[in-house]
């Protein structure tokens, strides 16, 4: 797959969805939405019901949060609870333009804090009709934008293929949670998936970054699954998740009543992986949050003593303002001074770091 492919020439990059809104939250105080894209291109590695589990753990934690079927199999629409006779515009309607994500959403959808925007197999279409569309790899992008402001969470539950559809959701998120089945085979092939990942940087959203890995199908008692998660482990660091998901009936049997996990059966062992791993979320989101407002503030106090005072009334964006003008300040001196010193010799361009994962 080549980069033009995707964002095509003169593709327009822009911040993540995520950067819309400043707000706090009942449990957490977060300065973003998360937006997060559930992403493997192997199929079977519990891409859905993570998606749908994990929307409605975070909803009943009061995250307000939306859940995103991308998936032409509609699996995630109908493992919420959503008929195909109740469904009006969906994923596809949104894609090609003819509706628009407000009218789509169904609202409070077994919990109060879940709204979801359904699919079905039609979205397998749009990926020709997208092909000759302006911004075609930004659709997605373009019509999540007016209501991504409304929520805490808005997760995306992608197709276990690397086609343009998948493009679609990973430049409309600012991060990736990839499910990893804890069996032979599941690591292989993550290096196409990262490889997609790269060049999603380099054309329409140069900031997706890596959320994290979730372990899925998890064996405790086999030596492979434990293997696996070491192996993980290694390659990814930090980013793996502390808690699995294990095999599990119960979670298995949950699809075929329309429910997540914790209103079929709140005491399984599926419900209490899910609930765990929507805590660490929110907990890996804080922490995250709180350094970011670190990071600003330290930069915020450099310089003399009156503009440390200003800094510390001011807010983070107003210190981080304020920093940059300084640092083009200093710029444009280096320069000066190099033009009247005489100096032939130009100054070498540094090369820019690639986006890390």
């Known amino acids: 797959m080549k980069s033009e492919a995707i964002g095509g020439p003169g593709a327009i990059r822009a911040a993540p969805l995520g ?28 891409k859905t019901t993570t998606a749908v589990n994990l929307a409605a753990s975070l909803a009943a934690a009061e995250q307000r949060t939306l859940l995103i079927d991308g998936d032409p199999q509609g699996n995630a629409t109908s493992g919420i609870g959503l008929t195909r006779e109740a469904l009006g515009a ?10 628009v994500a407000a009218e789509a959403r169904h609202r409070a959808v077994q919990f109060t804090h879940l709204d979801v925007i359904p699919a079905t197999p039609d979205l397998a279409g749009a990926e020709i009709e ?12 373009d019509v999540l934008a007016p ?26 998120a600012d991060a990736l949670l990839i499910p990893v089945q804890c069996e032979y085979y599941a690591l292989e092939g993550l290096s196409q998936l990262l490889n997609t990942v790269h060049l999603v940087q380099q054309s329409v959203n140069e900031l997706l970054s890596i959320d994290g890995v979730l372990l899925t199908m998890f064996d405790g008692r086999l030596n492979l699954s434990r293997q696996v998660a070491a192996d993980a482990r290694e390659y990814f660091g930090p980013k793996v998740y502390t808690n699995v998901i294990p095999r599990n009936v119960r979670l298995a049997e949950a699809p075929s009543f329309g429910k997540p996990i914790i209103l079929y ?18 907990e890996r989101h804080r922490s995250a949050s709180a350094a970011a407002e670190r990071r600003a503030s330290t930069s915020g106090k450099s310089g003399s003593g009156g503009r440390e005072r200003h800094a510390q009334a001011s807010g983070p964006a107003d210190r981080v303002r304020e920093e940059a003008v300084r640092r083009r ?3 444009g001196q280096q320069a000066s001074d190099r033009s009247s010193g005489g100096d032939d010799e130009s100054p070498g361009i540094v090369p820019r770091e690639p986006t890390a994962l």
Do not use: F, W
């Open 265 to 282: 059966d709140v005491t399984s062992a599926g419900a209490l992986a899910y609930m765990a791993v929507a805590r660490e979320m929110l």
């Open 130 to 141: 997208l092909i000759a569309r302006h911004r075609r790899d930004q659709a997605m992008r």
């Open 19 to 46: 950067a819309a809104r400043c707000t706090g939250s009942t449990l957490y105080s977060r300065a973003v939405t998360h937006v997060l894209a559930i992403a493997n291109q192997k199929g079977g590695v519990g």
């Open 147 to 172: 209501i991504a402001a409304e929520y805490d969470y808005i997760l995306i539950d992608c197709p276990p293929s690397l086609g343009l559809i998948t493009i679609n959701m990973l430049a409309a």
């Open 329 to 331: 300040g200093a710029i």
């Open 90 to 99: 969906t994923v596809y309607d949104l894609l090609i333009g003819g509706a």
